[in-house]
T-cell receptor
Framework: EPEVTQTPSHQVTQMGQEVILRCVPISNHLYFYWYRQILGQKVEFLVSFYNNEISEKSEIFDDQFSVERPDGSNFTLKIRSTKLEDSAMYFC?????????????FGPGTRLTVT | LAKTTQPISMDSYEGQEVNITCSHNNIATNDYITWYQQFPSQGPRFIIQGYKTKVTNEVASLFIPADRKSSTLSLPRVSLSDTAVYYCLVGEGYGGSQGNLIFGKGTKLSVKP
């Protein structure tokens, strides 16, 4: 069964450093998403991406965040200058298309720890 | 987006049927009801979606009354591996939606032997 993969599984970084979280969505999917989950809290939407541009973003997704699909398979989330409060699990997800946008396939997540 | 209310936690035993009810009093005409499951340290996983009446797949059933102000996720004969958090989401499902899922706190289901 196809699945979304994410690397690394755990990333430790110092405050102020840049991090790039990587995702490989399911190959025939057209919509891509990033979510985050702070420990013990709910899953929060960050951004959706379609046709090489951002479709929608939440208030959390400020200028410190950016997304990119550098090639035909990878989808990345960059945090330019990490803060302590960015520590969370980051999930990438993908879905087939607009009519099935509700059925998203999530990756295993990257645990980001900012010290 | 319609606000949803579901129990914070539920306990069950292996082999029992579990029903988790979600209230969504201000559901809109175009809204669909979607359920996700999340195991610890994993990403959420889609379970089922419905609009009205009953939907069944290989994992669960979803019951939606005529007024659509609530819905019930039914898990038949649960096992220990069904221990997870279950989320009820309400929003536009087909077209017109950007697809961003809005998760609440969910219901933590604990299945005991």
């Amino acid at each position: 069964e196809p699945e979304v993969t994410q690397t690394p599984s755990h990333q430790v970084t110092q405050m102020g450093q840049e991090v790039i979280l990587r995702c490989v969505p399911i190959s025939n999917h057209l919509y891509f998403y990033w979510y985050r989950q702070i420990l013990g809290q709910k899953v929060e939407f960050l951004v959706s991406f379609y046709n090489n541009e951002i479709s929608e973003k939440s208030e959390i997704f400020d200028d410190q965040f950016s997304v990119e699909r550098p090639d035909g398979s990878n989808f990345t989330l960059k945090i330019r200058s990490t803060k302590l409060e960015d520590s969370a699990m980051y999930f990438c997800a993908s879905s087939e298309g607009r009519t099935r946008a509700y059925e998203q396939y999530f990756g295993p997540g990257t645990r980001l720890t900012v010290t | 987006l319609a606000k949803t209310t579901q129990p914070i936690s539920m306990d069950s035993y292996e082999g029992q049927e579990v029903n988790i009810t979600c209230s969504h009093n201000n559901i809109a005409t175009n809204d669909y009801i979607t359920w996700y499951q999340q195991f610890p340290s994993q990403g959420p996983r889609f379970i089922i979606q419905g609009y009205k009446t009953k939907v069944t797949n290989e994992v669960a059933s979803l019951f939606i009354p005529a007024d659509r102000k609530s819905s019930t996720l039914s898990l038949p004969r649960v096992s220990l591996s069904d221990t997870a958090v279950y989320y009820c989401l309400v929003g536009e499902g087909y077209g017109g939606s950007q697809g961003n899922l809005i998760f609440g706190k969910g219901t933590k289901l604990s299945v005991k032997p």
